[in-house]
């Protein structure tokens, strides 16, 4: 069992930057795969980044990819996104998401979920 927190969600200006962290309790956590997704108001909760364990890579959804980056510390327990160049249409609830195993862009693959942190760009 995982208990995931996000935090650092806010409002910045389109062009400004964020940061994303969550922090996860419990044993293990490095033999979690760590994901975030988004989810827009009356859309469907997306993928946005994950890393892979097959060879170590970060994988992004297109529409971030270049602007967006993950990166975990075990040692603290925490995952973080990396928002920069952000633009109106990046508004969301972002949540963290943890599953035994490498990511994945599957959120159904997914068995632990952050409650999510409100991330607003104004144009």
């Known amino acids: 069992q995982v208990q995931l927190v996000e935090s650092g969600g806010g409002l910045v200006q389109a062009g400004g930057s964020l940061t994303l962290s969550c922090a996860a309790s419990?044993?293990?956590?490095?033999?979690?795969?760590m994901g975030w997704f988004r989810q827009a108001p009356g859309k469907e909760r997306e993928f946005v980044a994950t890393?892979?364990?097959?060879?170590?890579?970060?994988v992004y959804a297109d529409s971030v990819k270049g602007r967006f980056t993950i990166a975990r510390d075990n040692a603290k327990n925490t995952v973080y996104l990396q928002m920069n160049s952000l633009k109106p249409e990046d508004t969301a609830v972002y949540y963290c998401?943890?599953?035994?195993?490498?990511?994945?862009?599957?959120?159904?693959?997914?068995?632990?979920w952050g409650q999510g942190s409100q991330v607003t760009v104004s144009s």
């Open positions: 998401a943890a599953r035994y195993g490498s990511g994945s862009h599957d959120r159904d693959r997914y068995d632990f």
């Open positions: 419990g044993r293990a956590f490095s033999g979690y795969g």
């Open positions: 890393h892979m364990w097959s060879d170590g890579s970060a």
